[in-house]
């Protein structure tokens, strides 16, 4: 028994933690951000003011994670970033296809868990902040209210991830908070202030069928007036979640510090429309329909943005500016919501694409004024319509990777965040992060320590793109269609199609390109042909494009519209090979064709986008002379995914024992073997709510082994589904010949690698 007398006062129970990095704030960007500085070696506190990890990703909140894939509605391909978050995303399609966000939950916590570095602490706020100088923080404190502790965490480096910027705040380092001013930066998107500065928050509902008459009687302060909503005839009995994304209110206030008032008033909308959709007698399906979930906390779109050495602006975006100090990509559209939300009489979002993916300097991720600082998540450097673009979850998960990697570089090498943006430690810190299998466009891994580079690579066979067999199901050309081909330099070959043809008419045909060799909207006409056609099935139609071509690079053979064609199609599914359409997707904007009628900065051009399986079949081609981007140097190219080219080794389809060897001339001592797999970098793989009809990528290898010169047995997995797989050796393997027998796919498509790197112990 513990009996305490009487105190006049008495002091909180507090922890001292020590560590080389404090991050403040849980969700995506600084859970990632913590994963990938505690995988580089140094000690990191994760601190989160919510009971579990992952932000408006997680139970919470429940909204999907999206990024440069943006629901596979753009022209950006295999975009999907890597690093961490692809390992998230592929572990969540691989356990929870049915996005479950509880299911999220468990995956978030596992991962942190997972890593002896970190020190995670829940239901944890940050409320104060101690300096060492004016441009110095030294510690920072925090309380728990679960547990009554308060924790004093004292780093050399901090990370504000908190979306709010709190630590930010706190310690003084400048901020902005609305929309710049068109002439600020030149911004042409820059909005009015009628049309609103800042993006509001939102409350999702969930419902469920329980098979019986549900009776709803709405709180007296649900909204009682469906009709103050401009768009309420949008809604209907089958919606729910995320897909009520414009379900958004508070861009009119401070969304830091009137969150509570937009709550209520967000709780305020959702009990109403449940009470339209029960009630109103217009939705009779609903009647055996319950509320099964509504949000207690609203997910934040915007509020606080930081000051860096640089801010992202509209231009980068749009043109695709090259940084030097690039670490990380976005993809996401330029996505303005009117501040009036919901109640707004506009459309809830204003969307513009760019014509690919784009580059996110590192000096947008450490404050200009407060030195030890770095900043994460959607309040890094970045302008009100930049930000519009990069404040999507995956997008700044992956930047949050790379500020993590800095963070450890910056522990090892004694250096401040600003440090690193010079060379050569920039390029160190780019070498580090795709090492880790971080995707920065147009960056390439150069690695000197790669052993796998002084190696000559053999394959028991390779692919090469002559035929996709017929088999597949007829594509009307109601639409018109085009088939993605990896193209050498040299000379176009010849590309036959097998046609149905319902009536005498004449085919459009055209070859097209894009305006750069990374980029996939196909804007830049080569050559066109019209074909005349006949009414008849089984029709094979040869083309031959007088084009040549100076660098690899991908082409496509256009199939225009004419609704009297059908095209056949393959079952057949290669890396590095795609069919696509001129088709729509209206969630993110994409009719067809982006077409600016003012000049606003964006640029107009067609969407031309795959399927998702199981459609997005292949063209059934013949290509004469066949495509030969396949070849095994791939693997050790430095690209781990499809750029300008497929940049994998691809077996060929008839190749019952398909391997690849690494030959040197000398022995090699390896310790450590990375691999990377294709789990298709095209798939958004959404983390919730929308649910995927398969938990593995067919293109991805099973299992695998590996083998020595002796052909002794080094490693085996037999049940792989991740993107990049290490393998350590204790005892370091002293051998000059390693090979590699990939044994099965998850699908039917022909094994493939895209990345090997073997390293020799690291010196002490």
């Not at 403040?24 to 990938?36: D, H, L, P």
């Not at 630590?167 to 909005?191: H, N």
């Not at 008849?536 to 064609?565: H, I, S, W």
Request: proline letters at 7%; a negative charge; aromatic letters at 8%.
């Amino acid at each position: 028994m513990r009996i305490e007398p009487p105190a006049e006062q008495r002091p909180l129970f507090t922890r001292h933690i020590d560590c080389d990095l404090a991050i403040v704030g849980g969700g995506m960007a600084g859970s990632c951000c913590a994963i990938t500085a505690a995988r580089a070696g140094i000690r990191v506190t994760l601190i989160q003011d919510r009971p579990v990890l992952g932000g408006n990703a997680s139970s919470e909140v429940r909204l999907w994670i999206l990024g440069a894939t943006s629901h596979m509605g753009n022209n950006n391909r295999w975009a999907r970033e890597g690093g961490v978050i692809d390992e998230i995303l592929v572990e969540n399609m691989y356990r929870n296809p049915e996005g479950n966000p509880l299911i999220f939950d468990t995956i978030m916590l596992e991962k942190v868990l997972d890593e002896p570095n970190i020190t995670l602490l829940l239901n944890t706020m940050v409320f104060d902040a101690e300096k060492s100088a004016p441009d110095m923080i030294r510690s920072i404190r925090a309380f728990c209210s679960q547990n009554s502790t308060m924790y004093e965490v004292t780093a050399p480096l901090f990370c504000d991830a908190s979306g709010d910027g709190v630590l930010g705040f706190m310690s003084g380092a400048a901020f902005r908070m609305g929309a710049e001013s068109t002439d600020e930066f030149e911004e042409k998107l820059a909005p009015s202030h009628e049309y609103g500065e800042l993006l509001g928050h939102t409350i999702y509902f969930y419902s469920k069928d329980v098979g019986k008459p549900v009776r709803f009687v709405p709180p007296h302060y649900a909204l009682d007036d469906i009709t103050k909503i401009p768009r309420f005839h949008s809604f209907n009995a089958r919606d729910y979640g995320c897909r009520l994304w414009w379900i958004e209110y508070g861009g009119r206030l401070d969304t830091v510090h009137d969150s509570e008032r937009i709550k209520w008033e967000l709780w305020k909308i959702v009990y109403g429309v449940w009470d339209h959709i029960k009630n109103s007698g217009q939705f009779p399906e609903a009647e055996t329909l319950t509320l099964e979930w509504v949000g207690y906390i609203p997910g934040k779109r915007e509020s606080r943005r930081f000051e860096g050495d640089y801010m992202l602006r509209q231009q980068d975006l749009i043109e695709q500016r090259s940084h030097p100090d690039a670490v990380s990509l976005g993809g996401w559209a330029l996505d303005l919501h009117p501040a009036d939300g919901v109640y707004s009489e506009k459309p809830g979002c204003n969307q513009w694409h760019s014509r690919g993916v784009y580059q996110i300097p590192y000096r947008s991720f450490y404050s200009r004024n407060v030195r030890n600082l770095f900043l994460a998540g959607r309040i890094f450097s970045a302008t009100h319509v930049a930000f519009s673009s990069t404040r999507v979850q995956a997008t700044l998960s992956s930047a949050a990777q790379a500020v993590g990697m800095a963070a450890a570089m910056c522990i090892r090498e004694n250096l401040l965040p600003a440090d690193l943006s010079r060379a050569p430690h920039i390029q160190q810190l780019q070498r580090d992060l795709l090492r880790a299998g971080q995707f920065i466009p147009r960056v390439r891994l150069d690695d000197p320590d790669d052993l796998s580079r002084r190696a000559t690579a053999i394959a028991s066979s390779t692919f090469k793109l002559g035929v996709l067999p017929d088999g597949g199901p007829l594509v009307s050309l109601d639409q018109s269609w085009a088939q993605m081909l990896p193209v050498t330099p040299g000379k176009m070959p010849h590309v036959t199609f097998t046609l149905d043809v319902r009536e005498a008419t004449t085919l459009n045909v055209e070859l097209r390109t894009s305006d750069r060799p990374d980029n996939y909207t196909p804007d830049v006409i080569l050559g066109r042909k019209t074909v005349a056609l006949e009414a008849g099935q089984n029709q094979d139609v040869t083309l031959q494009f007088d084009a040549a071509f100076d660098e690899a690079r991908y082409v496509f053979v256009c199939l225009m519209k004419n609704p009297a064609v059908a095209v056949h199609t393959s079952e057949q599914r290669v890396t590095g090979i795609l069919s696509v359409s001129n088709t729509q997707n209206p969630a993110v904007s994409n009719y067809g064709a982006q077409t600016p009628t003012q000049d606003i900065g964006v640029e107009a051009f067609e969407f031309w986008v795959p399927l998702r399986r199981p459609n997005g079949q292949n063209l059934a081609v013949r290509v004469e002379p066949p495509l030969v981007g396949f070849g095994p140097s791939n693997v050790t190219n430095g690209w781990l995914r499809p750029t300008t080219g497929p940049n994998a080794w691809v077996a060929s389809p008839d190749d019952l024992q398909p391997g690849i060897t690494l030959e040197w001339e000398q022995p090699q001592t390896i310790q450590r073997i990375e691999l990377t797999f294709d789990t298709d970098f095209d798939h958004p793989m959404e983390s919730t709510l929308m649910g995927h009809p398969e938990s593995e990528m067919p293109f991805c290898i099973r299992r695998y082994r590996v083998r020595d010169a002796a052909g002794r047995v080094l490693a085996e997995c037999s049940d792989n589904h991740q993107t990049r797989n290490v393998l350590t050796f204790d005892p370091p393997v002293v051998t000059d010949c390693v090979q590699f027998d990939l044994l099965e796919t998850h699908g039917r498509a022909p094994a493939a690698l895209f990345d090997v790197r073997c390293y020799a112990p690291a010196e002490s």
